[in-house]
């Protein structure tokens, strides 16, 4: 793995009422917003969007709090505000029913906007996605439990906790230049202050409030999930599907949490499939 292979530049800024957003826009056509999840950053779709690219005018963007993002532990970053927040990001983009992908949170972020802050989308995609309680992980849990003790915990030492837990996000083990990439992010006092701060805002009423709409979507979804997903396990996107009236599953064979990792042509072919490569 070179450095050229992960190269990832957000050129984009947009100021939005939630603070400063880094977002980008390849390729031309109808289009497709891609939204990552915790504790990633819009990198992790670098093998996906260019596929996308060749048929979608393929928009991405770090999460508030992620990335190249306005980044302080005192901001509201949960689900709730990254749904207004894309809704804000489509109208400032003119996005006219855009499909919407969703990762991990950005699948909870996708859901909640469209079916609670108004947001018009052709087509979903979720991607190992946060959509049913309980999502909030036993590592997560624990941190909500003992926050405190993660808060003096010295710095290397969580790092090495930090760590461990991020290396089951995938089935296969990730390039170490690829791991410091996306999660470098964590890095030092503040890297460490930030990600308590986000932990401690995850909240399961975020999707127990559009949970009861579920049955009654009619967007056509797609729900992509890895075989190996550590964090939600596949029997998650089982109830997914049963929940939406017009739903189907792909199930990646060698792919855990993070799917676009261990599988990206895997995940662009399901979504290039679901969208009908340049169609509606």
Do not use: C
Request: no cysteine; hydrophobic share 40%.
């Amino acid at each position: 793995m070179t450095s050229s292979e992960i190269a990832w530049s957000l050129r984009q800024r947009a100021h939005t009422s939630f603070g400063e957003i880094a977002w980008d826009h390849l390729g031309e056509g109808p289009p497709v917003v891609l939204v990552h999840g915790t504790p990633s950053r819009s990198l992790v779709w670098r093998k996906v969007a260019p596929a996308l690219a060749e048929h979608f005018a393929v928009y991405v963007y770090d999460l508030l709090g992620y990335g190249d993002s306005e980044r302080r532990e005192d901001k509201d970053v949960s689900i709730a505000v990254q749904a207004r927040l894309l809704a804000e990001l489509g109208d400032r983009w003119s996005l006219d029913r855009p499909a919407l992908v969703g990762h991990d949170i950005g699948g909870a972020t996708v859901l909640r906007a469209h079916l609670l802050e108004g947001v018009a989308a052709r087509r979903l995609v979720l991607v190992d996605a946060v959509a049913l309680r309980p999502w909030i992980t036993p590592a997560s849990r624990h941190i909500q439990a003992h926050l405190e003790a993660y808060r003096t915990m010295p710095t290397h030492l969580f790092r090495e906790v930090v760590a461990a837990h991020l290396r089951t996000a995938t089935h296969r083990p990730m390039d170490q230049e690829v791991f410091r990439a996306i999660f470098d992010q964590w890095e030092g006092e503040r890297g460490q202050a930030r990600w308590l701060a986000h932990v401690a805002g995850f909240d399961e009423r975020h999707t127990e409030e559009f949970e009861p709409l579920l049955n009654s979507m009619e967007t056509p979804t797609r729900i992509v999930w890895g075989e190996h997903d550590a964090w939600l396990d596949p029997e998650v996107s089982e109830r997914i599907e049963r929940q939406l009236p017009r739903a189907d599953r792909v199930l990646l064979s060698e792919a855990g949490h993070f799917s676009m990792e261990d599988e990206p042509d895997g995940v662009a072919a399901a979504i290039l499939d679901w969208l009908g490569e340049g169609g509606s």
